[in-house]
């Protein structure tokens, strides 16, 4: 076995197990049961498609595929601070909580 095959070989398993891990957590996604659930869900998600970027950047040799991981990757972690701020105001307007732990000083 040669180094092209070896390579040709890790990749394939290596997109292949990518691929499982984007089906698991968009079963997560879908079933939740909780907002919490789906978030991580929804970051492991856009973790995949990074790391599936990045392994396809290998296996093309092409570079331009890291450029769109690192895109994607300020993309979802504006996402991922979004729906935290999201959860949190949804937390605070079931329980009647308008205290933000602010001091004043701010």
């Known amino acids: 076995m040669t180094a092209t095959d070896f390579l040709d070989l890790s990749v394939q398993i290596t997109l292949g197990m990518i ?3 984007l089906a698991i957590a968009f079963f997560r996604l879908a079933i939740g049961p909780t907002l919490a659930d789906r978030v991580v869900a929804l970051d492991m998600m856009t973790i995949t498609i990074i790391a599936f970027c990045g392994v396809y950047a290998v296996a093309s040799d092409d570079a331009s595929f890291l450029d769109v991981a690192i895109v994607l990757a300020l993309v979802g972690f504006l996402a991922t601070v979004a729906l ?6 949804r937390f605070e ?4 909580s308008t205290d933000t732990g602010r001091t004043g000083d701010d």
């Open 19 to 21: 691929l499982l891990g």
């Open 93 to 96: 307007r079931e329980n009647g």
């Open 84 to 89: 935290a701020r999201y959860a949190e105001r």
